[in-house]
């Protein structure tokens, strides 16, 4: 999801001065937990409060015996602020929030591009009170430009839970349909989401609402309403209609002998109004994706078809995302999608390819080939890919695209 109002370069300086930064902070808090004490269950960073899953432990691997702490365990209490379990008013208080930097490389027969880009960077919090109540708030920032700094808030929700079994959440939260819109940033097995995610996913992916959730082993559920009028960077205008969500999954892992074979089906239905501008403009949207992991290798697929309004073509789209294991830490990944429309102009193309040709097209393919390094499983970690796509305009009215993408970023999160 690209950001608005973002200048495409930032200096080296500006790139050094960050980094260093960061290797600051690690090392203070490094130097600070020597002088704390945390179980090692306190040490873990949090994910997005997504649908309990155990594909989440990790990047694609079983979990393993509890080793003794590693030093990313010591630098990683730093998110821990306090703990108490046996208080009566507030159990917890956690900083969150994620730092991802890209750079990519675009070389088209349309024209060629590069940039340095921090493509997500987001501080909060989170507080357990009361045993059941869970209060998140998160805001996303952008230094490379001094205005806007403060870009939007993403999550402003109060989450109520006793077990996995039943989740109540309301406020401003991630929506989360299909596959790759299901995953967290933070998660993500290639670089970014597939144009699957970003033609038929809702590219603003917290919007206000309430919604239920859970995990009733082998099952999981979701299901939601939400705001869908005039965007902007708290809650929205709440002027224009809603939409439903309703979302089930059963894990077939146990029966296959998997970790997981979770096979999900989700359905949005959205009311039609022109101030719909938190979402795209779809009607209805139906996705099927699976998610299958073993120790050694993985694969996640999606089948979504979407109907649109006001000018909107309808869509349909295939991803499909195998991954091998090397090693506990090495890890390769691969990626085909086609987005088609029935109509002209209904398809947009991804982040930096867009930065080449804003126009859109009618039937979109990719092929992405990437690699992995986990250096603290998906709180810190190294990634890159090649992205061979080419997009074609039966309008002839400037959506055409043929060319090669290389992105790399580092990813981290807390």
């Known amino acids: 999801m690209s950001l608005p109002h973002r200048h495409s370069h930032v200096t080296r300086c500006s790139i050094v001065a960050v980094l260093c930064s960061l290797m600051t902070m690690f090392a203070a808090a490094a130097a600070h937990a020597q002088n704390v004490t945390a179980t090692p269950a306190a040490v873990a960073a949090l994910g997005d409060l997504r649908l309990p899953s155990p594909a989440r432990t990790s990047q694609g691997q079983a979990p393993a015996t509890t080793p003794p702490p590693s030093v990313y365990d010591r630098i990683w209490r730093f998110a821990e602020w306090y703990r108490n379990d046996k208080a009566r008013v507030i159990q917890r208080v956690q900083f969150t929030g994620r ?23 987001r501080l909060g919090g989170r507080v357990t009170m009361f045993r059941t109540f869970l209060f998140h708030a998160e805001v996303e920032l952008n230094p490379q430009e001094r205005d806007p700094f403060y870009v939007r808030f993403t ?13 109540l959440t309301g406020g401003k939260q991630a929506v989360q349909f299909t596959s790759e819109g299901a995953t967290s940033s933070r998660e993500l097995l290639t670089v970014d989401r597939s144009n699957l995610a970003n033609n038929i996913w809702f ?10 959730s859970g995990r009733v082993a082998p099952w999981v559920y979701r299901a939601g309403v939400y705001s869908s009028g005039a965007m902007n960077r708290e809650f929205g205008e709440f ?34 109004d022109p101030n719909n501008t938190f979402t795209r403009q779809l009607r209805h949207i139906l996705s099927v994706h699976t998610r299958f992991d073993d120790s050694k290798w993985g694969l996640r697929t999606d089948v979504s078809k979407a109907t649109g309004y006001l000018g909107q073509s309808d869509l349909w789209s295939v991803m499909a995302m195998p991954f091998l294991n090397v090693t506990p830490k090495f890890q390769l990944v691969g990626r085909y999608t086609i987005v088609k429309s029935d109509g002209n102009n209904g398809v947009r193309l991804t982040t930096y390819e867009s930065r080449v040709v804003p126009g859109r097209g009618d039937r979109f393919d990719e092929f992405y080939a ?26 002839n009215d400037g959506g055409a695209y043929s060319g090669v993408a290389w992105t790399s970023g580092i990813r981290v999160g807390w």
């Open 99 to 121: 730092y991802q930097h890209d750079y990519a490389l675009v070389d088209s027969d349309q024209g060629d591009h590069d940039e340095w880009n921090i493509r997500r960077f």
């Open 155 to 167: 999550d402003f929700y109060l989450q109520w839970s006793r077990n996995p079994r039943l989740v």
């Open 203 to 212: 590219g603003q992916e917290y919007m206000p609402g309430f919604s239920v």
């Open 239 to 272: 002027n224009g209609g809603v939409f439903t969500l309703a979302l089930l999954g059963y894990d077939f892992g146990p029966k296959l002998g998997l970790r997981e074979a979770l096979v999900t089906g989700n359905y949005l239905y959205q009311q039609e």
């Open 370 to 395: 990437g690699a992995n390094y986990y250096f603290y499983a998906h709180r810190l970690k190294l990634q890159t890919g090649i992205e061979w796509a080419e997009m074609k305009d039966n309008a």
